[in-house]
């Protein structure tokens, strides 16, 4: 398995904006992994240690009121807790198939974050956006629940 270029990660959708020396510390502490199908990513409740983004592979999110969803694009994130208190995971990531994620380390990913602001902003916006996404998905899954149960009612 080879180690991303800087190059590669700067296509990446989360890093696109950074500037080149911005993505050469976020490539710093950058490392790919290898995910074998049924593997956990990380668990419910648990310190929130790795951030991942998706290079390839079929991942499944799901959290304790039964909302799922999968994340199955290059460059789609998980583990944002890492980076957004209280920095626990809400949600348990299971890979679906085999494939490749690049990891960083929660603790420097948040020292990069909050040491260079220009760098944070970018990167947080880019999060905030995913949170902000996956909220909605989660009112609507629970709206269209809401729904079927009214009409079995």
Request: some cysteine; aromatic content about 10%; charged content about 20%.
């Amino acid at each position: 398995m080879e180690e991303m270029t800087l190059e590669e990660l700067q296509q990446l959708d989360i890093f696109k904006e950074l500037s080149y020396s911005e993505a050469a510390q976020i490539h710093a502490i950058s490392k790919t992994a290898r995910v074998n199908e049924g593997e956990s990513l990380f668990e419910m409740g648990n310190p929130a240690h790795t951030f991942f983004v998706i290079l390839s592979g079929d991942y499944m999110i799901y959290f304790c009121d039964d909302t799922a969803f999968t994340l199955h694009q290059p460059g789609d994130i998980t583990g944002w807790s890492t980076v957004v208190r209280p920095y626990q995971y809400t949600g348990t990531a299971v890979a679906l198939t085999d494939g490749e994620v690049l990891t960083f380390d929660g603790s420097e990913l948040l020292r990069l974050v909050q040491g260079d602001a220009s760098l944070g902003d970018k990167i947080m916006a880019k999060v905030y956006a995913n949170v902000g996404e996956r909220i909605a998905f989660a009112q609507s899954r629970t709206k269209t629940n809401e729904s079927f149960i009214s009409e079995d009612s």
